[in-house]
Each structure stands twice: as structure tokens, then as C-alpha cells.
T-cell receptor, first 114, second 112 residues
Framework: SAVISQKPSRDICQRGTSLTIQCQVDSQVTMMFWYRQQPGQSLTLIATANQGSEATYESGFVIDKFPISRPNLTFSTLTVSNMSPEDSSIYLC???????????FGQGTRLTVV | QKEVEQDPGPLSVPEGAIVSLNCTYSNSAFQYFMWYRQYSRKGPELLMY????GNKEDGRFTAQVDKSSKYISLFIRDSQPSDSATYLCAAGGGAGSYQLTFGKGTKLSVIP
């Protein structure tokens, strides 16, 4: 499985500001995914990021709020924009496994908005 | 109705007990099923992957899928305090469908 590094591991941010989360993979991958994990809730897919194309967002998530970059096959960023306390959550980067069906995750970014 | 339902627990068992974790799903298109283990302040770690109905064993862990009843289980034998974590089930669709649907996770504590 790929080794996935996420930065920062945690942050406390003021409302109205933005935070960019970085995800670095130790091997080239076609697809990278960003999830949100809220307390007591399922992991929810935010968007899928392919290199060289616009990210594909799931229902309820929009590019203006969660802009994503995918400049190459080993790196992606997720920005949480104009944050409110409701954005407090764990954000997880994920990549496909060898079978292209399972997901492997980074350690997550624990975000608290105050 | 959520597509994957999982009792969030918490579940507390003594060391050495057999643990049974369960999920139900509603989408008949799901063809592959996973169990993830998530320690506190860590990302989910893939524990078991199954593609069809039946059992799959890996050490102390057994994953069971019953597609007729849309029921998936994870059994942990001889549970250890190091097994204390949140366990998430996940299901995915057929070829070309990469999206996974996760349960809410069950928090397990194994008491020494």
C-alpha cells in the first residue's frame, strides 16, 4: 500500500479564514480522494482529484468552499475556505489500492474552527 | 435510510473474548466490502477486503459477507487491548465504480 503523508496533522483556525491541507503520496497514483469525517458520522467523500483535470465534487460540496489542486501524480491539496465552526472535522486524503476498489488513507487533519 | 448501517457502540469486552462487529447494507450493487480499523487520532487502516459472499480469514480476524441478507461481519478472536479502536465497514460497487460507502464505525474497547 502507498504511504500517504498529510500536513498539518491538526490546526485551530479562526472563523472566516482558510486552511490548505497537503497530501503527499510516495508513489504515483491516478486518483486521489478527499474525505470528511465528522464526529459520530460516516466518512463522507468530498471530491475526487485526477491529475490534469478539475476535481469532481460530490453532492453538497462545491469548489468555492473546497478548492482542490492536483499538480502531479503524487500530490494534492484541499483548501477549506471561509471557515465556520461547522467545518470543524477530520479531513482525510485517500488513494486507490492496487485493485482500484479499496482506499488507503493518510493520518488525517483535525481541524477546529473557533 | 443510509446505504450502510453500523451500530456505533461503544462495545466493551474483556481481553480474550470473541468480538463480533456487524453492518447491513441496502444497495444490491455493492460487490466488495472492507473493514477498516482506526486508532484515535489516526487515519483508517485497511484490515480486511472481500469481494464475494463467504468467509475470509487473516490471523485472528475473519470477515464474513452474506449478500443474500446484505449483512457483513468482522470477527476478532482472542481480542487484545491493542484491538481497541473504531472499526468501520465499507462497501463499493462494480467495475468502474470506485466510490466507497462507509458505516459510522463501531468503537471497541478491549479491557485487560
Amino acid at each position: 500500500s502507498a504511504v500517504i503523508s498529510q500536513k498539518p496533522s491538526r490546526d485551530i483556525c479562526q472563523r472566516g479564514t482558510s486552511l490548505t491541507i497537503q497530501c503527499q503520496v510516495d508513489s504515483q497514483v491516478t486518483m486521489m480522494f478527499w474525505y470528511r469525517q465528522q464526529p459520530g458520522q460516516s466518512l463522507t467523500l468530498i471530491a475526487t482529484a485526477n491529475q490534469g483535470s478539475e476535481a469532481t465534487y460530490e453532492s453538497g460540496f462545491v469548489i468555492d468552499k473546497f478548492p482542490i489542486s492536483r499538480p502531479n501524480l503524487t500530490f494534492s491539496t484541499l483548501t477549506v475556505s471561509n471557515m465556520s465552526p461547522e467545518d470543524s472535522s477530520i479531513y482525510l486524503c485517500s488513494v486507490d489500492g492496487r485493485r482500484n476498489t479499496e482506499a488507503f488513507f493518510g493520518q488525517g487533519t483535525r481541524l477546529t474552527v473557533v | 435510510q443510509k446505504e450502510v448501517e453500523q451500530d456505533p457502540g461503544p462495545l466493551s469486552v474483556p481481553e480474550g473474548a470473541i468480538v463480533s462487529l456487524n453492518c447491513t447494507y441496502s444497495n444490491s450493487a455493492f460487490q466488495y466490502f472492507m473493514w477498516y480499523r482506526q486508532y484515535s487520532r489516526k487515519g483508517p487502516e485497511l484490515l480486511m477486503y472481500t469481494y464475494s459472499s463467504g468467509n475470509k480469514e487473516d490471523g485472528r480476524f475473519t470477515a464474513q459477507v452474506d449478500k443474500s441478507s446484505k449483512y457483513i461481519s468482522l470477527f476478532i478472536r482472542d481480542s487484545q487491548p491493542s484491538d481497541s479502536a473504531t472499526y468501520l465497514c465499507a462497501a463499493g460497487g462494480g467495475a468502474g465504480s470506485y466510490q466507497l460507502t462507509f458505516g459510522k464505525g463501531t468503537k471497541l474497547s478491549v479491557i485487560p
